[in-house]
C-alpha cells in the first residue's frame, strides 16, 4: 500500500472512530488511536493495561453544553457523583461551578476533598447512617433528600440533639415508568426510593411543623439512562400538580431537584436532545418560582471514559471467535448487572476490518457473565492487541472491585497531549496488607 493510500486510510478510520461530536478526543494520528494529544498505546506502556482513561477537554465540555441548555431556565447543575467518584474528576467539574449529588458519607467526603463548597452538595439515597446525618449537617450541606417518614424522624431526632435546623426535601415517588432497564428504574410504586406522591401532603405539613426541620421542597428521580424525554415530562408535570397543591394548603416550597438520568445515546439509538430537555424544563416547571437543579452523572462522564484492554489469547468458538481480554467484569460491571453493550475500537488500525469477523469479548474471571457481548467490525485481532471500550467513563472504576484477587486497576486523566494517573493500580500485595489481623477479642 503506497505512503497516499495508508494516509487515507486513516484518515477515514479517524473519522469513524467517534460517532458522537462529543467523543472526537478519540481520533487516529498514523492509525493509532488517540486520547486528546496522546496515543492510548503509550498510556498503556507507562502504567500497563487494563486501565481507565478519560478526557478533561470532554469533561468541560459536557459541563459547559448542559449548563447553556438548562441555565435560562434558572437551573444549576449538580454531579452525581456515584457515576464517576475520582476526586480529580469532581476537581473539573467543582471548578467550572458545578454541585454535587451524594449517596453516602464517603461520597460526602471525595465531593469535599475535591474542592466542592458544602453549600452545594445534596445528600440522596434511601439508607442514610446516623453518623452520615451528622456529618452532613455538621458540613452544612446544601439539603438532604429525605426519602421515608422513618428517615425524617431519624433526621429530626439528630437535628434536635445538634441544636440545628436540618434544611431537608422530600424526595416524591411519581411512578412514573422512566423506559429504561428495570434495574435502573427507580420511580415506579414498587420501587424503594422516594415517598408515595399521595403522602406527600400530610408529611410535608407535618415536617414543615417541628421546629429542627427547614423544609425547602421536593426531590425526584425516576431512574438512569433515559433517552426519550417523555418520562421526565410525566414526572415534571406530576411535580407542579403536587407543588399547586402544597402552596394552596399554605405550605412553602422553595426548591425542586429535577433528578438525573440523562442517556446518552449508542447502538442506533440517537441521545436526548439538550437543547429540548431545557425546554422542557421551562414548559413543566420554570413558572414556579422555584430554586431549580438537575442532578446528571452518566451525560457528563460516560462519553469522556474509555476502557484500554490487551488481548491476551484468541480461542476458536462456535460461530464466532472468544477473544479472551485482561480486562473483566470486576473492572467494568455494566455488560453483567445491566446487559450494557459498549461501543469498542481498536487501538492499532484495524486489520481487515470490513470482513466484519464476528468475536466475542470475554474476561478471564470464572463466570459466565464475564463477558461483554458480541462485535463484529473489529477485523482480525491477535495476541497483544489493544482495545478501548467507549462510553466507560460513568460506573465504570467506580464499581469496580478485586474480585478473583485482581488488581484495582489506574485511571489515567489525559488532558492535551499530557496525561498523568490519578489513581494508581491496587495491586495483591497491597490488597493483603489490609488484612494484617487485630488482636482477638472476648465476647464481654
Request: charged share 20%.
Amino acid at each position: 500500500m503506497t505512503e497516499s493510500a495508508i494516509l487515507a486510510r486513516d484518515a477515514m478510520l479517524g473519522d469513524t472512530v467517534c460517532r458522537d461530536p462529543s467523543e472526537e478526543w478519540l481520533t487516529r494520528r498514523k492509525g493509532a488511536l488517540c486520547a486528546e494529544g496522546v496515543p492510548l498505546a503509550r498510556i498503556a506502556a507507562a502504567v500497563g493495561t487494563p486501565f481507565y482513561a478519560y478526557s478533561a477537554a470532554t469533561l468541560r465540555a459536557g459541563y459547559g453544553a448542559l449548563s447553556a441548555a438548562v441555565a435560562p431556565h434558572g437551573v444549576s447543575v449538580c454531579f452525581a457523583v456515584k457515576a464517576n467518584s475520582n476526586t480529580h474528576v469532581l476537581a473539573e467539574f467543582a471548578r467550572l461551578g458545578a454541585g454535587m449529588d451524594i449517596v453516602s458519607g464517603g461520597e460526602m467526603t471525595r465531593a469535599l476533598a475535591a474542592g466542592t463548597p458544602a453549600e452545594r452538595i445534596i445528600f440522596s439515597g434511601v439508607g442514610k447512617t446516623g453518623d452520615e446525618i451528622r456529618a452532613a449537617l455538621k458540613a452544612g450541606l446544601h439539603q438532604i433528600n429525605v426519602e421515608s417518614a422513618a428517615e425524617l424522624e431519624a433526621v429530626a431526632a439528630i437535628a434536635r440533639e445538634m441544636g440545628l435546623r436540618a434544611p431537608v426535601a422530600l424526595r416524591v415517588n411519581p411512578d412514573v415508568d422512566a423506559l429504561t432497564h428495570a434495574k435502573i428504574t427507580t420511580a415506579r410504586k414498587d420501587s424503594k426510593f422516594g415517598i408515595a406522591i399521595a403522602e406527600i401532603p400530610a408529611l410535608y405539613a407535618a415536617a414543615a411543623a417541628r421546629p429542627e426541620l427547614r423544609v425547602v421542597g421536593l426531590a425526584l428521580h425516576i431512574g438512569s439512562q433515559i433517552l426519550d424525554l417523555t418520562p421526565f415530562r410525566l414526572a415534571w408535570t406530576a411535580m407542579a400538580t403536587l407543588i399547586h397543591e402544597l402552596r394552596a394548603a399554605g405550605e412553602k416550597v422553595e426548591r425542586l431537584d429535577l433528578g438525573g438520568g440523562l442517556g446518552i445515546g449508542g447502538d442506533g439509538q440517537p441521545g436526548p436532545d439538550i437543547a429540548e430537555y431545557g425546554r422542557l424544563i421551562g414548559q413543566t416547571v420554570g413558572g414556579l418560582g422555584l430554586k431549580l437543579n438537575v442532578e446528571p452523572g452518566r451525560w457528563l462522564c460516560g462519553r469522556a471514559g474509555v476502557l484500554v484492554t490487551q488481548v491476551l489469547y484468541v480461542k476458536p468458538g462456535d460461530g464466532a471467535d472468544f477473544i479472551i481480554l485482561d480486562a473483566a467484569m470486576n473492572d467494568l460491571m455494566r455488560p453483567a448487572l445491566y446487559d450494557a453493550h459498549h461501543p469498542v475500537s481498536p487501538v492499532h488500525v484495524p486489520r481487515g476490518a470490513t470482513l466484519r469477523r464476528a468475536c466475542r469479548l470475554v474476561g478471564p474471571i470464572c463466570e459466565s457473565s464475564d463477558d461483554f457481548g458480541a462485535y463484529h467490525d473489529l477485523g482480525s485481532l491477535l495476541a497483544g492487541d489493544l482495545l478501548a471500550f467507549r462510553d466507560a467513563g460513568a460506573y465504570g472504576a467506580t464499581m469496580s472491585s478485586t474480585y478473583n484477587s485482581r488488581d484495582l486497576i489506574p485511571e489515567v486523566l489525559v488532558d492535551g497531549n499530557q496525561f498523568r494517573v490519578i489513581r494508581r493500580r491496587v495491586d495483591i500485595h497491597e490488597a493483603l496488607r489490609l488484612e494484617q489481623p487485630g488482636p482477638w477479642q472476648g465476647a464481654d
